[in-house]
């Protein structure tokens, strides 16, 4: 396997320079809907990255950075008994999960710290709820000798105990937030303010397709190697492409990042699953096509839980890294072109397929990965043997164990 493939997929994806256009716009969606004091961080950042994306010692250094400290290439892994359990198309998984720190987050972390150090910075921050992306971001900056400083709400950090833990033992300071629902939201607004204070010497490492321009654009473009990958594994491996690949749609960006090189791909199916949580109802889910509409939150036009008079909606689901009001404008857009459908797994068929994965592959994911899993147990036995599903398992569910074993009463 090449080592150099993040830097073909800058350099000649097709779709690459359509979108978004210069304002970071994904036809109504995406834009830059901030303060007048962020504008200025966010255009000094636009402006770096822009030129940073085609430069070939940048690519290099990220390719180099990918395959030393984050272990890419990742595995493709054909899920042999699953596939004969369920009877229906061949499932394969993009193992993710291997990565350093456990998730995909890791490949975003790595590009925007290297961008940071272009910058000249010398300090990053992070939000991060259930703490995958503030492990990945303490790990990054403990890596490139950088100050680090996590917001996390209180209620999170809470639950995610151990993670905050890890973030520390990298050397990063972890601030709790003890406003509104103490969790990712209320983290987001305190990384804009210290971003705002501090921008001289401190880059923001957002952790998805999120927020105002210039990070769904530059998050999609360091996530994309995922796809990337898939795709030309999949041609060795099975000398055609998959006939649906699916993931699970937090922000977007291990979604995002699986999708983009098939976007021009018509006969691949692209299908995004949102956290259908306890119900439909108002509250116990965080589906954003199932009941959310046109809005603005924190940077982005998108869609967004909200109530009838633009509050944000209080949203449920039993991974954390799926529970957050928004998704990213790029999904929306292509949603609305109908080249991405989305549909939604509930808890309870999130905890069944869990079980099964581990039953029948050894392979224990992340929560918010086994909402793909839970797709597919549905998809995959209505299409036919020689079709193919692939899943990306965006991580490893060893943060999530103690948490099933307690809702199933087992501990
Ligand atoms: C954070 C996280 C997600 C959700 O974020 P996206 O931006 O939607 O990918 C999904 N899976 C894992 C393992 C995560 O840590």
Redesign the pocket.
């Known amino acids: 396997m090449q080592t150099n493939m993040t830097a073909d997929i800058l350099k000649h994806h097709p779709g690459r320079d359509a979108l978004p256009d210069a304002g970071g716009h994904f036809g109504i969606y995406g834009g830059m809907y901030v303060a007048e004091t962020l504008m200025q961080p966010l255009l000094e950042l636009r402006d770096a990255y822009m030129g940073l994306r085609l430069d070939a010692v940048f690519q290099k250094q990220l390719n180099e950075e990918l395959k030393v400290f984050a272990g890419r290439p990742t595995g493709l892994y054909f899920a042999e008994r699953l596939t004969k359990k369920l009877g229906g198309a061949k499932i394969y998984l993009k193992r993710e999960d291997l990565l350093h720190t456990g ?3 890791i490949n975003n972390c790595v590009g925007q710290a290297l961008v940071a150090r272009h910058m000249g910075k010398k300090r990053v921050i992070a939000e991060t709820g ?1 703490g ?2 503030g492990t990945a971001t303490a790990a990054v900056a403990a890596r490139f000798g950088m100050k680090c400083r996590i917001y996390m709400g209180s209620e999170d950090m809470r639950r995610q105990a151990l993670n905050v833990y890890r973030m520390k033992l990298c050397g990063a300071e972890v601030i709790g937030v003890d406003v509104g629902q103490k969790t990712l939201k209320e983290a987001i607004n305190e990384a804009m303010r210290d971003w705002v204070a501090n921008c001289m010497d401190t880059h923001y490492i957002l ?3 999120y927020g105002s321009h210039p990070y769904p654009m530059m998050v999609r473009d360091f996530q994309s190697v995922i796809g990337h990958e898939a795709r030309a594994q999949m041609l060795e491996r099975e000398g055609r492409l998959p006939d649906e690949i699916a993931a ?8 995002m990042g699986l999708f983009f090189a098939f976007l021009e791909d018509k006969g691949v199916r692209l299908t995004g699953v949102e956290a259908g949580g306890r119900s439909g109802e108002v509250g116990e889910h965080a589906a954003r096509f199932d009941g959310g509409r046109l809005g603005v939150l924190q940077g982005c036009r998108t869609f967004i839980l909200q109530d009838p008079e633009g509050q944000i909606g209080l949203t449920h689901s039993v991974s954390a ?2 529970d957050y009001a928004a998704i990213g404008p790029e999904h929306a857009y292509y949603r609305d072109l109908g080249r991405i459908q989305m549909t939604l797994a509930r808890d309870s068929a999130v905890l069944k397929a869990f079980r099964l994965l581990a039953e029948t592959e050894g392979i224990i994911p ?1 929560l ?2 086994t909402h793909a899993v839970a797709y597919a147990i549905e998809r995959a036995p209505q299409m036919s043997k020689d079709q193919i599903l692939l899943l990306n398992l ?2 490893r569910g060893d943060k999530d164990v103690q948490e099933v074993a307690r809702i199933l009463g087992e501990l």
Not at 248 to 255: E, K, L, Q, R, T
């Open positions: 998730a995909h987050k259930a995958q992306h952790g998805t397709v699970c749609i937090g922000g977007g960006s291990n979604a890294g799926l992340a918010e990965s965006s991580g």
